[in-house]
């Protein structure tokens, strides 16, 4: 659950840097303006790095037809997170797949 946290923390992290990034005037400033770019390293760097070092611990330890399935929450993670940060709404079909995936979830994990 730890490892798509992170995953949903990086991506809407991702998309936040995305947001703040700049028109483009040329690759040096594009290059400085981003290395500057805390989402960046925030996103990329730390909640991207973790989720993969622990995506690489849950390989090994755990059969993949079971982590694999499980990983599906950072897409929960993710809307919830779009809804509270980015201030999206989300409509009711989304609202039942998330269901539908926490229901899956629950069925996997047994």
């Known amino acids: 659950m730890l490892q798509s946290l992170l995953l949903a923390a990086g991506q809407l992290m991702m998309k936040l840097a995305l947001n703040h990034m700049s028109p483009y005037q040329g690759f040096w400033r594009f290059i400085r303006h981003e290395l500057t770019n805390n989402w960046w390293w925030l996103g990329c760097g730390i909640s991207m790095g ?6 690489f ?12 399935p499980l990983s599906c929450l950072s897409f929960v993670f993710g809307m ?17 797949g998330i269901g539908l995936i926490l229901v899956g979830a629950a069925f996997i994990s047994r």
């Open 57 to 68: 611990y849950i390989m090994k330890n755990f059969p993949l037809s079971v982590a694999y």
């Open 50 to 55: 973790g989720a993969t070092v622990l995506w």
């Open 80 to 96: 919830l997170g779009a809804m509270a940060f980015l201030g999206e709404q989300i409509p009711l079909g989304r609202w039942i």
